[in-house]
């Protein structure tokens, strides 16, 4: 539509009747009025993507297990291996908080140490009070 319009004012130029240039100015009239229209379509849609949201969730499988049909012991097997690696991710789980929380473990053991070098001296103290008593 673009290029119609850019045609037709070319050819309104080097119109010299009254009535080619009225004809030129009619169809360039429709175009512009196409092109203008198709212009706010886009500007429509160009605004709802801006104010569109996707949301995406994607989980990881940990491990597969299988849909079929399973035997007795089969199926037992089956839940010992569940178990056994949730008692390994259980433990995982475990020393990672152990590790992280060293700092809180620190930081309480200072007092503890220091409560019990004075409970020591005391104990000490109150002993040799009691070997020079007898």
Same mark, same amino acid.
């Given at each position: 539509?673009?290029?119609?319009?850019?045609?037709?004012?070319?050819?309104?130029?080097?119109?010299?009747?009254?009535?080619?240039? #009225?004809?030129?100015?009619?169809?360039?009239?429709?175009?512009?009025? +196409?092109?203008?229209?198709?212009?706010?379509? #886009?500007?429509?849609?160009?605004?709802?993507?801006?104010?569109?949201?996707?949301?995406?969730?994607?989980? +990881?499988?940990?491990?597969?297990?299988?849909?079929?049909?399973?035997? *007795?012991?089969?199926?037992?097997?089956?839940? #010992?291996?569940?178990?056994? *690696?949730?008692?390994?991710?259980?433990?995982?789980?475990? *020393?990672?908080?152990?590790?992280? %929380?060293?700092?809180? *473990?620190?930081?309480?053991?200072?007092? %503890?140490?220091?409560?019990?070098?004075?409970?020591?001296?005391?104990?000490?103290?109150?002993?040799?009070?009691?070997?020079?008593?007898?």
């Amino acid at each position: 539509l673009q290029t119609e319009r850019d045609a037709l004012l070319g050819l309104l130029e080097k119109a010299d009747q009254l009535s080619d240039v #009225l004809q030129v100015q009619e169809q360039l009239t429709k175009v512009r009025h +196409e092109l203008d229209s198709l212009e706010a379509q #886009l500007r429509l849609l160009d605004d709802q993507i801006d104010l569109s949201t996707i949301t995406l969730d994607i989980i +990881e499988v940990e491990r597969v297990s299988p849909d079929q049909p399973q035997g *007795f012991w089969r199926q037992i097997g089956q839940n #010992l291996k569940e178990n056994l *690696f949730s008692i390994g991710r259980g433990a995982k789980a475990l *020393f990672a908080w152990l590790i992280s %929380a060293l700092p809180y *473990f620190a930081l309480g053991a200072v007092p %503890a140490v220091v409560l019990a070098l004075l409970l020591r001296r005391a104990y000490r103290s109150r002993k040799a009070k009691r070997s020079q008593k007898q």
